[in-house]
């Protein structure tokens, strides 16, 4: 079976301060993969999509960058925080099968001080 | 690109009710619309999909309708439960999901 882990869970950093937050999928090979953020409210705003090892696009302009180093691992970072990169992060996947069915992990709330 | 809007953003309803959260979209070449329900502090789940070529999907207490000519779906709860209480996202997928801004959804015993 298809599985996703997303981790750390929670997170407080100081501004100014890096970060990285890491994303696994197991059970499928060459899966799409996502980063999401979900501020204050409710709303999901893609940041990243990977088509492949290497290959990553960015849907908004921002402080983060994304990378995969490997097939089934997607790593969202931050050289320096800021205070609006505080929210509810969200990797995903969409994996070998129908296309369009996305999976989230259990997200990643980042707290910046 | 496509727009997903999303209605009501917040709906209260009595135990045994139904509910109902509307969605339109803008793109009519979107051909994929799931449904997700989120609990507080957790990840989205896929509850209910439909795809452009069916009018009607169903799966025990939860319904989704797909009317392509006017660009709209919805989601249909019968029956609410206390546990129904989440937020609920539209999505609509054209290249990649689109998804509504979020209804909550408060199911009082």
């Known amino acids: 079976s298809q599985t996703i882990h997303q981790w750390p869970a929670t997170l407080v950093q100081p501004v100014g301060s890096p970060l990285s937050l890491e994303c696994t999928v197991e059970?499928?090979?060459?899966?799409?993969l996502y980063w999401y953020r979900q501020a204050a409210g409710r709303g999901l705003q893609l940041l990243f999509y990977s088509v492949g090892i290497g290959q990553i696009s960015s849907e908004v302009p921002q402080n983060l960058s994304a990378s995969r180093p490997q097939d089934r691992q997607f790593i969202l970072s931050s050289k320096k925080l800021l205070l609006s990169d505080s929210g509810f992060y969200l990797c995903?996947?969409?994996?070998?099968?129908?296309?369009?069915?996305?999976?989230f992990g259990e997200g990643s709330r980042l707290t910046v001080l | 690109g496509e727009n997903v809007e999303q209605h009501p953003s917040t709906l209260s309803v009595q135990e045994g009710d139904s509910a109902v959260i509307k969605c339109t979209y803008s793109d009519s070449a979107s051909n994929y619309f799931p449904w997700y329900k989120q609990e507080l502090g957790k990840g989205p789940q896929l509850i209910i999909d439909i795809r452009s070529n069916v009018g009607e999907k169903k799966d025990q207490r939860i319904a989704v309708t797909l009317n392509k000519t006017a660009k709209h779906f919805s989601l249909h709860i019968t029956e609410t439960q206390p546990e129904d209480s989440a937020v609920y996202f539209c999505?609509?997928?054209?290249?990649?999901?689109?998804f509504g801004k979020g209804t909550m959804l408060l199911v009082s015993p």
């Open positions: 995903a996947y969409t994996g070998q099968g129908i296309m369009g069915e996305l999976f």
């Open positions: 059970g499928t090979s060459n899966p799409n």
């Open positions: 999505a609509a997928l054209y290249s990649t999901l689109t």
